[in-house]
């Protein structure tokens, strides 16, 4: 599975901006996507997820702000991102997993990352 990541780049605190994240390869195997991001001298966390029937998930940092989707005809995943602060700041990532009980053993994939910043 090869993942690309697009969008992002400098925007004021309060803008909106959005990701997308394009999925290719063995993307039958793939049943969660989602978006990590890492800022400086921080480790990577989880920002939202996606399930292949559509659940999400948010961290409590982002809800009400972010809204991940998915376009299966595109095989692409988007993040749009509204009211953003200056802490949201980071190197976003792209990412999918193939499940723990796929023949192949469970795996994360991983994009190539894109960097949000968020000026006051």
């Known amino acids: 599975v090869q993942l690309q990541a697009s969008g992002g780049g400098l925007v004021q605190a309060g803008d909106s901006a959005r990701l997308s994240c394009r999925a290719s390869g063995s993307i039958f195997s793939i049943n969660r996507m989602g978006w990590y991001r890492q800022a400086p001298g921080k480790q990577r966390e989880l920002v939202t997820t996606i399930t292949s029937g559509g659940t999400t998930t948010y961290a409590d940092s982002v809800k009400g702000r972010f809204t991940i989707s998915m376009d299966n005809a595109k095989n692409t995943v988007y993040l749009q991102m509204n009211s953003l602060k200056p802490e949201d700041t980071a190197v976003y990532y792209c990412?999918?997993?193939?499940?723990?009980?796929?023949?192949?053993?469970?795996?994360?994939?991983w994009g190539q990352g894109t960097q949000v910043t968020v000026s006051s």
């Open positions: 990412n999918a997993r193939r499940p723990t009980f796929s023949i192949s053993g469970g795996y994360d994939y």
